[in-house]
């Protein structure tokens, strides 16, 4: 049983350039979330999504954007890129039941350097 | 709104001692308690968890207990090992119908290095 995938694995952009991430989550589960990890630090909460909508965000400027696809699948994009962009950002994958709130299994992280 | 804070690292144990990483919270209501383990170059991995007051979470010899009273819920293990050098993170998930009820908010991490 595949766990969660994100790719590309490593990323260097330039300040100004856009960016896309992959996710694919675990089997069964329905829900992505995305985090940013800065180096140091622990994770910061993006946003997650579920039924191909975005459902909460954290505190995130409106550079920062995504999608979900039919497969659960999901991108995150972020454009204008700045030099504090740079971070590790990892994708966790759940299962949102009815009343239920699954554990959060997280993948093994996209790193994105700007230069 | 939902905060955690952890003991600050790094912390530099002999194989075979006593590990404690303290850990606190702030939240409404009662929220879902997390420790993540992150080995170098890698991912977050689920290490254990509880969901209301008094459970206790328990893996791979770790252990922590929820106290609502003190809203803690600090990680300990009685023999650590070199394989347990790591980063560890703290972390909450909101109630079930409050914000950031999907969210999971993180602490800093707290370094461990285990050396023989």
């Known amino acids: 049983d595949a766990g969660v995938t994100q790719s590309p694995t490593h990323l260097i952009k330039t300040r100004g350039q856009q960016v896309t991430l992959r996710c694919s989550p675990k089997?069964?589960?329905?829900?992505v979330s995305w985090y940013q990890q800065a180096l140091g630090q622990g994770p910061q909460f993006i946003f997650q999504?579920?039924?191909?909508?975005?459902?909460q965000r954290g505190n995130f400027p409106d550079r920062f954007s995504g999608h979900q696809f039919p497969n659960y699948s999901s991108e995150l994009n972020v454009n204008a890129l700045l030099l504090g962009d740079s971070a590790l950002y990892l994708c966790?994958?759940?299962?949102?039941?009815?009343?239920?709130?699954?554990?959060?299994?997280f993948g093994p992280g996209t790193r994105l350097t700007v230069l | 709104g939902n905060s955690v804070t952890q003991m600050e690292g790094p912390v530099t144990l002999s194989e075979e001692a006593f590990l404690t990483i303290n850990c606190t919270y702030t939240?409404?209501?009662?929220?879902?308690l997390f420790w993540y383990v992150q080995y170098p170059g890698e991912g977050l991995q689920l290490l254990l968890k509880a969901t209301k007051a008094d459970d206790k979470g328990s893996n791979k010899g770790f252990e922590a207990t929820y106290r609502k009273e003190t809203t803690s819920f600090h990680l300990e293990k009685g023999s650590v090992q070199v394989s347990d050098s790591a980063v560890y993170f703290c972390?909450?998930?909101?109630?079930?119908?409050?914000?950031?009820?999907?969210?999971?908010?993180f602490g800093k991490g707290t370094k461990l290095s285990v050396i023989p």
């Open positions: 939240a409404t209501g009662y929220p879902s």
């Open positions: 972390a909450l998930r909101g109630p079930y119908s409050g914000a950031g009820s999907y969210q999971l908010t």
């Open positions: 966790a994958s759940s299962r949102r039941l009815a009343g239920h709130r699954d554990t959060q299994y």
């Open positions: 999504y579920y039924e191909e909508e975005e459902r």
């Open positions: 089997s069964g589960h329905d829900t």
